[in-house]
């Protein structure tokens, strides 16, 4: 073959060899698609407004772990393996997982008590390579759950607590809301639901207990099957809080906390940064500058409860 033959059969390979490689980016939720898929539109669509297309200059790879959280070890073993550039962790446990994985490629989280929670040492500087964004602040956001449950059926005394105890966020929540229903003078009863196969068993505890209403602690496990815990919640008449705007979707009587579909389009600003050349660790932790009272009047008056016109009128989205 002539040098010109060589030259012509080389060059398409080294062309090839050329191209720049397409950013892999791995979105890690805690619950499943068929529930949670809108996290995933979220974030597409804040990357597509930064000229981000998935399937053209970016590989978006999916990995779900159908709330339970000792999955999450080897879906990071399969996006690490996939060389994804950067994790998006929706969730505290999906975070700690990539955390313990990884200390080299980025991680950008969405998830309850990072600094407390030990995922990061500095909000302002995490350093290392995780940054994200916080769904709660300070003690006030759980506590704010028991206040508004209160001031939805004020005369309730007992209230139930649903809570996941291998969650360390979880654990803290229930220790906030203890002092709270101390001050506010509230029996708490919590049910720790460590899988789907407690949830029965935890209900039939409520009912035994005489509870009047349930806080349900936003978990991986608790969000992912929030549709069965709202189904039995109306089964023993417990009208529902929840910090997980879903819940309210679902049946649920009151939300109150973050969106996380909105935190998940704005996590893609992150991504960006870090695609050109950012340092996770130097990018701060954001915390909420804004929660949302969802209501949902349907369900309230399937209970019986009277909303007062205050309270609806401080809601961010009424559900009738």
Known sequence: MSVLGVAAAIWPLAAHAQQPTVPV????????????????????????????????????????????????????????????????AVSLPAALAAKKATT?????????DPLGSGLVNSLGRPGGNLTGFSLSLGDEFSSKWLELLIEAIPNVTRVAVLWNPTNPASSHYVTVLRRAAEKLGVTLQPQAVSDPGGFEGAFANMAAGRAQALIVVVDPLTVRFRERIVSLAMEKRLPTMCGFREFAEAGGVMAYGVNVASLSRRAAGYVDKILKGTKPGDLPVEQPTHFELIINLQTAKALGIEITPTLIARANEVIE
């Open 25 to 88: 980016l791995g979105f890690l939720g805690a619950e499943s698609a068929a529930t949670n898929e809108h996290f995933v539109d979220a974030f597409r669509q804040g990357m597509r407004e930064l000229g981000y297309i998935d399937g053209q200059n970016i590989i978006l790879e999916r990995r779900w772990a159908e709330g339970r959280s000792e999955r999450f070890p080897t879906l990071i073993d399969e996006l690490l393996r996939l060389k994804a550039n950067i994790i998006l």
């Open 104 to 112: 080299t490629n980025p991680i950008v989280f969405i998830a309850s």
